[in-house]
């Protein structure tokens, strides 16, 4: 590992399986030394037991379900993080959700239903957790989320989840210069796109990893370990000065204002 975590209490959301970021995340911040927690949507469960053997490897010390749309489960995620850690220094923010038919298609004919939805549950969820939590943010706590390009440059059929990655963007400042006086950081990673769950309900999505291998000056796409071990950096001390900012990690794709020199 490039950083210590050890010592570190980190609680981790937004696993669902083994190709969640979140899991990435879980396992670089595990392999710094941190002690992580899991906060889990409890869908059925069948998903239920399916996060909880796969993230038994890690020994999480905090196994808490959490519907970020239900603010009950947001103060039971506080209230066991106060009696199991007492405090905690890292959280990972790693959560989204949009309706699959306002990713396609006109941005127009978003719903009011599916405006709220996808900006309560990617974006809100941020601040929420960050208010509840508040109390319990260790001095030089690291808070960190995900977000997209969509947020600032249109991406086809990313429609409303590119005006709520805008409004979790927003959002990070605004908490960013809230929790600096009490020590505490706030952060995103905007992550090139991976094949996950959440990402395989963007219509169109397998072309823009191919896209990507043509013009990221990298000529690849990002790995979810890649974007792991980033989010052990922005969690751990060596980003002490860093807040409020939105780090790139895409192989440079969002540096590109066209298509790379080709022969002609
Ligand atoms: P994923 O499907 O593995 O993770 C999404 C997670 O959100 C799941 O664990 C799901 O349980 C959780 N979630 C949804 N609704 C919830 C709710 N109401 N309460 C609690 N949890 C809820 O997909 P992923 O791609 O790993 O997504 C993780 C984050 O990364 C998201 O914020 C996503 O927008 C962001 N991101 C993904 C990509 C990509 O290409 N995969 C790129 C940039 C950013």
């Known amino acids: 590992p ?35 927690g899991v906060a889990y949507l409890p869908l059925s469960d069948k998903v239920t037991t399916k996060v909880k053997s796969l993230t038994e490897e890690l ?5 808490v379900p959490c519907d970020v749309t ?6 039971a995620l506080a209230d066991a993080i106060k009696a199991e850690w007492g405090g905690v220094d890292v959280v990972i ?10 990713l396609a298609g006109d941005f127009s004919a978003t719903s009011a239903g599916g405006f709220q939805t996808a900006l309560n549950i990617s974006a809100f969820s941020l601040v929420e957790m960050c208010g509840t939590l508040k109390p319990l943010l260790n001095d030089g706590a690291s808070v960190v989320t ?18 709520a990655k805008a409004a979790l963007e927003a959002s990070v400042r605004y908490l960013a210069a809230e ?11 905007s992550a090139g796109p991976i094949r996950t769950l959440a990402s395989s309900a963007i219509a169109g999505f397998v ?27 922005l969690a751990s001390s060596a980003s002490s000065a860093i807040t409020g900012q939105v780090l790139f990690v ?15």
């Not at 020994?59 to 196994?63: A, E, I, N, T, W």
């Not at 923010?93 to 306002?102: I, K, S, V, Y």
């Not at 977000?147 to 590119?162: C, D, E, F, Q, R």
Request: charged letters at 20%; glycine letters at 10%.
């Open 2 to 36: 490039v950083v210590d975590l050890r010592g570190k209490k980190a609680l981790v959301t937004g696993i669902a399986n083994n190709r969640s970021i979140a899991w990435g995340v879980a396992q670089q911040l595990s392999a710094a030394g941190a002690d992580v």
């Open 59 to 63: 020994s999480p010390s905090l196994f």
């Open 70 to 75: 239900k603010p009950e489960d947001m103060t």
């Open 93 to 102: 923010h790693c959560l989204a959700f949009a309706n699959r038919e306002d």
């Open 146 to 163: 995900l977000s997209y390009l969509g947020a600032t440059k249109v991406v086809p059929n990313y429609n409303v989840m590119g005006v």
């Open 179 to 189: 929790l600096g006086p009490q020590g505490v950081r706030v952060n995103a990673i």
């Open 207 to 233: 072309g823009m990893l191919r896209n990507i291998e043509n013009v990221a000056p990298l000529r690849r796409t990002v790995t979810q370990k890649e974007v792991g071990t980033t989010a052990a950096f």
């Open 250 to 264: 895409d192989c440079g794709y969002e540096i590109m204002g066209a298509p790379p020199k080709v022969e002609d």
